[in-house]
């Protein structure tokens, strides 16, 4: 096995934890291109060149440390959530430096990245979207944040790192490790899961526009309240689904804007999120159908206006079987026993990265199922065997 330092490894992950830290628990505040954010991406510069790592920014301000040849590329992001959790994202970063650096020692070339705003800020894993190709700069340029500031703004403040393009065809697979950010591993009392794919996702915005209305006055039975018909939408596609739906299958409304959002005044418009995830494509668009059917038969039974937004695409991926088996031989070979193969319902940048290479991912506990939130934490004796069972497995590919 590479011999990488756990000691190093934990005290590196609580360096890049100061950076934006926000003096609840071990809580962050990082937000990409935000002044912690930049602050540490220029750390992790420095920690990639005193490993004797080639530096490289791309255009989105995604940070490479890159081994001299052809490697294997290691990493995951280092910005955060609004309210984030200091291992999200910053695991796989540190994961990656440490076995890039022991791998050095040991003549292992691994390279390691730290992509930019996988938070979405701006949009969804958009630095590694960029660089897999599965959106143009261009294109992610005129994307904009909830305060009008736009993607090609924000990155400008990291100009001064930005090196130019780093070519995807001098790597010959990508590792990420991440916490699991749900309950499984840590209720089983597991140390590691090795991922056998990520699922689909599907996001729109719906709107039922009906009639705005006095509270007070308008009886119940000549109201078009919006709100209602949403309501009799979500019970609707909940009954349909019961015959599609697999128990991993989710799905979510984490969003809804009442127009004109007073407590005397009957809403006219109804605008909410619909998202909806799962591993299996056809099972995903059997879903939409659902749906947009469900959707159009409540507009018309309760005299409403349905418009929706264009659909979010994002199709399951699964993980490479060469590199999966490498991750499964170590778990057995570092947690003999002790893990477990499982789906990731969260969406990675090892997603994006899939359409350029080999990828595959690998899960420690998260205390709780917490994420995306200041008390997300991971004990360090499974920060620990994640980075040995990763280390092993690189090995094994070497």
């Keep these: 096995m590479i011999p990488v330092n756990p ?6 992950l609580h360096t890049l934890r100061s950076f934006g830290a926000a003096g609840v628990g071990k809580g962050v505040v990082r937000p990409a291109y935000s002044d912690p954010d930049i602050a540490a991406r220029r750390w992790l510069a420095q920690q990639y060149a005193d490993a004797g790592l080639e530096v490289a920014v791309d255009p989105c301000g995604s940070v490479f440390g890159l ?4 490697s294997l590329l290691v990493g995951s992001h280092s910005d955060s959530q609004p309210e984030g959790g200091w291992l999200d994202g910053a695991l796989g970063v540190i994961c990656g430096l440490e076995l890039a650096r022991a791998g050095a020692a040991a003549g292992v070339p691994i390279s390691t990245v730290s992509f930019q705003d ?15 190709g599965n959106t143009s700069l261009e294109e992610a ?8 500031v736009s993607f090609d703004e924000a990155r400008a403040r990291m100009a001064d790192m930005v090196t130019g393009p780093v070519d995807p065809t001098r790597f010959t697979g990508f590792l990420e490790c991440h916490i699991e950010q749900g309950p499984w591993l840590y209720e089983a009392g597991e140390a590691v899961g090795v991922v056998s794919d990520i699922v689909g996702i599907r996001d729109m915005t719906m709107t039922f526009e009906g009639e705005q209305n006095h509270a007070g006055t308008t009886p119940m039975h000549r109201r ?6 949403m309501l009799r939408f979500q019970a609707l596609i909940a009954e349909r689904f019961r015959n599609v739906v697999t128990p991993q299958t989710v799905w979510t409304t984490g969003d809804v804007e009442l127009h004109p959002g007073s407590h ?3 809403p006219g418009r109804c605008s909410f999120s619909m998202q909806w995830r ?3 494509k056809d099972r995903l668009d059997r879903m939409a159908e659902i749906i947009r059917t469900a959707a159009a038969e409540v507009a018309e039974e309760t005299g409403m206006t349905l418009s929706t937004s264009d659909m979010l695409g994002l199709e399951p991926v699964p993980m490479d079987a060469s590199l999966r088996a490498a991750l499964e031989g170590a778990a057995e070979d570092q947690v003999p026993g002790r893990w477990r193969k499982m789906q990731s319902g969260a969406l990675h940048d090892a997603a994006s990265v899939g359409r350029l290479m080999p990828v595959a991912m690998l899960f420690v506990p998260s205390i709780g199922g917490i994420s995306h939130a200041f008390a997300e934490d ?13 280390a092993e497995a690189a090995t094994r590919l070497a």
């Design 7 to 12: 000691e190093r490894f934990l005290a590196d």
């Design 67 to 70: 081994a001299p040849g052809r």
């Design 118 to 132: 996988e938070e979405g800020r701006f949009g969804v894993t958009t630095g590694s979207r960029v660089w897999s």
């Design 141 to 148: 340029d005129q994307l904009v944040d909830r305060d009008g």
């Design 224 to 229: 078009k309240d919006a709100f209602q018909a």
């Design 264 to 266: 005397s005044i009957v």
């Design 278 to 280: 799962d591993g299996d």
């Design 378 to 390: 991971t004990d360090e004796a499974d920060l620990v065997a994640g980075l040995k069972v990763l």
